[in-house]
């Protein structure tokens, strides 16, 4: 146990000689983040009220990330990024919820510049990163069943307007994002010759599909 507490302090101790968002400085952490909800509708036939309930997009995000500070409060990132979309599907003759499952893994690159709010514990970083890659779509048939298209191509683009980044010690940075502006293009392939299909999407989140993170300086 002093051994244990002995290496804690000596750590602690390191982090509070070191510089945070100097040039030189190499971060290493990542993020992640859960969305999701539903969406209530009522009708109304011949004075009959039903209400249907339908579940909205949910989605997982993990995202480990290394950084490197170019100059002083600019740094740039380079790192994986896996996200999960689950999206209704349809109901079976059971009336039991279907749903479809998209995985995208991507190598991604990014930017962040770090604006002080107060100096060396809150900052304000707004940053953009881009990636590629690819995946799968998995689509409930029924129960018991299911159809796989595989993604071959996904360019994704994501601009972070709401990033907040606290630093309760030198070597430790907390992040909030909750305001984002999101493009991802991708395309599938149906399993017919000749025939391609392609989507692309945009998203802009307030409040919604908040990510946190943890950063290692060192």
């Known amino acids: 146990m002093k051994k244990i507490m002995l290496c804690t302090a000596a750590l602690l101790a390191a982090c509070l000689t070191m510089s945070a968002q100097k ?3 190499f971060t290493v952490g990542g993020s992640i983040g859960v ?3 539903g969406t209530s509708a009522s009708y109304s036939i011949q004075g009959n009220k039903t209400t249907e309930k339908t579940p909205n997009s949910t989605t997982f995000n993990l995202s480990p990330k290394f950084g490197y500070f170019v100059i002083d409060n600019l740094e740039l990132t380079v790192g994986l990024d896996y996200s999960m979309q689950k999206d ?3 109901r079976t003759s059971s009336d039991d919820n279907l749903f479809s499952f998209t995985h995208i893994a991507m190598a991604t690159i990014g930017v962040n510049y770090y604006v002080p709010i107060i100096s060396d514990k ?6 953009a990163q881009f990636g590629f890659g690819g995946g799968s ?3 409930q048939n029924s129960n018991n069943n299911s159809t796989t298209q595989k993604v071959p191509f996904a360019f ?5 307007l709401g990033n907040f980044e606290f630093k309760p010690i030198d070597c430790l940075g907390v992040s909030l994002n909750v305001l984002d502006f999101q493009i991802l293009y ?9 025939v391609k299909a392609s989507s692309t999407s945009i998203g802009a989140a307030l409040n919604y599909g908040i990510s946190a993170g943890v950063k290692y300086y060192f």
């Open 23 to 25: 040039k030189g400085d």
């Open 35 to 37: 969305s999701g909800g």
């Open 88 to 90: 209704f599907a349809g």
């Open 122 to 127: 809150l900052f304000y970083v707004p940053g």
């Open 137 to 139: 779509v998995v689509t």
């Open 156 to 160: 994704g683009f994501d601009l972070l």
């Open 186 to 194: 991708a395309s599938y392939d149906t399993g017919l010759d000749n």
